[in-house]
């Protein structure tokens, strides 16, 4: 029998959902095992009724409920809620649902200051009062899913990778347990790597890495080894593509000759990357102090549950 | 007083709701839509690297990442002021149009095509992408290989499809191989195939049928803002703007100007601006004698550009122009013009592989920090899409306004909404197929709630206000 899943975005690029397009032909064979019951991207089903007449939302019972996004109002609070009730297995898909992403580094902010740059700071808009007649109320700060509701299973990533998406569908459809791996982007990148670094100086990416396109990855040098800031030592793996004919597994941003921001979030829950970074970045000799913009760079994706927090005013 | 909700609209990128009213006698009263969402990225993104943006600003979008990324990009371009090499900028203008196709495929085919291949009145259950493969398995599978072909075309030109890394300021951080080229070649074919039989298939299949409803929902008399090269030809990557009144007379201005022809409105009911051209006349978005409004995405593009540069696309563009004339305020024709710009960017897909530049390892100049403001444009799929920032002398930025294409849109969104529930609703008579085809109008802008609210929070709501004839409010009716 079909297993049923309901499919909820709340704070949302809508990258995820692209993501699990990017299965490709292969979900045309998933498809047929599982009964989407509810999914507002691709499918009508209305939460009032299909003519709007009902009182209360109704999100169908599902096997598998998957929500994208974190949480931002009590709307989205809401619907989580509505979610966890409903679905047996509930999966927080990518980033911003496991982290709070991107979107929760506006966590650095107190809400005013951000209505202050929006209504009466912008160079095109006439300024106005923040709007705020019957508004719905933002939360104090993004939030991860897991501080909203309880959550069975994580697939961080922004977005995550489609093959993540059938594992671990596949392994729910078989009943079993799915997990990923405790490994960071180190583990799989196929760079040479010597333990140490050339200098002492960070460097941003305002210039190329040095690299050697058409040869095999390890005669490539790891790009923090070359002195450009790279998160792979505290980032979970799971983003790379196998590449055509050599079948090396390469992370994403290191096949575009650009080091890793961090998106798949930190190798165990708990861990703290910006600690751990600074750790990493002094033990091949580079100085650690002199990574720009060090809070939000190192905490890019993973802002909520605490991480990121208005800072206090400077003492004058 | 009898209150129609539709919640939420499907189909669409990010939630609203619509809310129709309707009078005594079953007539529409009002509808006032109203989006509720901001998610601060104007904010959070002060502070930063400059240089970093470009992978910051790809999470406002993931349905159209590289539109934010090459503007990005091209901001950059402009606060360190370099030029990137001919191949830098060919491997951008080349992801773009990949992107293109890809989006295309996914909105008339995911998205809105199934309104038109299922028809408007088909059970909910079936109307949508899967009732489509089920109903013809062929084409569901091209489908779904050929919006996945271009995905993976942009991992291999690339690396990350979405939320991409390799557009930087001076070029592009991935050169491309002559191996990966002739790996891409016979794909952009197929896509460039598919893209010839989605638009046959419409015109023969799809568009006939439901023409009648084409003239009549939705429908809205705006003014039209894209981009052009000197010439006057369509471009998505460059050029100038050029904004065109109802009747068809324009003026061009580049994009460093945008603050003198482009201002935003606020009204203490909603978070989402209302862009409008400033030169003419005060924001008003009565349907009788609309005012500033106008309107961007493909058929905004479609009216403004004289040709366009690719044969058959240009064929396609003379045979619309033939049957509905220039400019056409008919809403629902957004989706016909987005298959031609399909068309348009499947062959340019194969003219920039064919292009000698495409492989120059020279794709990237290095650049230094300074303190100056730079302003990036192109044209996303929904629209004129403007990134405007401002550096300190390390190149930390100091100051960031964003203009994207849905919120251009907003306004006419609502005009439409308002147009199509009078037009179908009478006599207290609907079903639902009647309010998906006040949908459809929502869905023929493609609009993405999740870049028109970049500017807060993340999931979007729409509210409705009901007036009654004095403008009072008589009935408030929202999605939280």
Known sequence: ?316 | MKTITIYPVTRIEGHAKVTINLDDDGNVADTFVNVVELRGFEKFCIGRPVEELPRIVTSICGVCPWSHHLASAKANDAVFGVTPPPAGRKLRQLCNAVAYTEEHILHFFFLSGADYVMGPDSDYSVRNVIGIAQANPEIGKQVVRNRHLGSQMLNIISGKSIHPVTAVPGGFSKPLTEDERRQLLPMANEVLEFAKFAMAFAKENLFPKYLETVKTVGVINTGFLGTVTDDGTLDLYEGKARLMKPDGSYEEFPYDQYTDFIGEHIEPWTYLKFPYAKKWGPFSMDLDSPSGIYRTNSLARMNVCDQISTPLAQKELEEFREEFGRPVQFTLLYNWARLIELLYNAEKVVELLNDSDITSAETRVPVTPRAARGIGCVEAPRGTLIHDYETDADGLVTNVNLIVGTTHNNAPINMSVKQAAKTLIKDGTYDQGTLNKVEMAIRAYDPCLSCATHKLDGSIAVKIEIRNAKGQVVETLANW
Not at chain 1, 249 to 272: D, E, H, L, Q, S
Request: glycine share 10%.
């Open chain 1, 1 to 316: 029998m079909a297993v049923k899943v309901a499919e909820e975005w709340l704070n949302i690029c809508g990258g995820c959902e692209v993501t699990i397009l990017d299965i490709g032909e292969p979900l045309l064979d998933l498809l047929g095992q599982l009964n989407f019951v509810h999914m507002p991207v691709l499918m009508d089903h209305k939460y009032f009724g299909q003519t709007g007449d009902k009182d209360q939302m109704e999100i169908p019972e599902a096997d598998v409920g998957i929500i994208s996004g974190g949480v931002r109002t009590e709307k989205e609070k809401h619907v989580a809620e509505e979610m966890r009730k409903k679905c047996k297995t509930l999966v927080a898909l990518g980033s911003c649902a496991c982290y709070g992403g991107i979107p929760a580094m506006a966590n650095m902010f107190p809400l005013a200051d951000l209505y202050q740059k929006v209504y009466r700071d912008s160079k095109t808009t006439d300024p106005a009062e923040t709007p705020a007649k019957d508004l719905p109320p933002l939360l104090d700060r993004v939030y991860a899913v897991d501080e909203v509701v309880p959550v069975d299973v994580s697939i961080p990533g922004c977005p995550t990778n489609p093959d993540l998406v059938v594992q671990a569908l596949t392994a729910l459809l078989e009943g079993k347990e799915f997990k990923l791996e405790e490994r960071s982007v180190c583990d799989e990148c196929p760079v040479k790597r010597e333990k140490k670094a050339a200098g002492g100086q960070i460097k941003r990416t305002l210039d190329s890495v040095e690299f050697q396109q058409g040869q095999p990855w390890e005669n490539t040098r790891c790009y923090m080894e070359q002195g450009y800031l790279c998160l792979g030592p505290v980032t979970l793996a799971g983003c790379g593509h196998k590449e055509e004919g050599n079948g090396t597994t390469v992370p994403r941003c290191i096949k575009g000759y650009m080091p890793c921001r961090g998106c798949f979030g930190p190798i165990r829950k708990g861990a703290n990357p910006l600690v751990d970074m600074m750790t990493a970045i002094s033990s091949i000799g580079l100085d650690a102090k002199q990574v720009p913009d060090r809070r939000a760079l190192l905490n890019r994706y993973i802002g909520g549950q605490n991480r990121l927090r208005p800072l206090p005013a400077r003492p004058r």
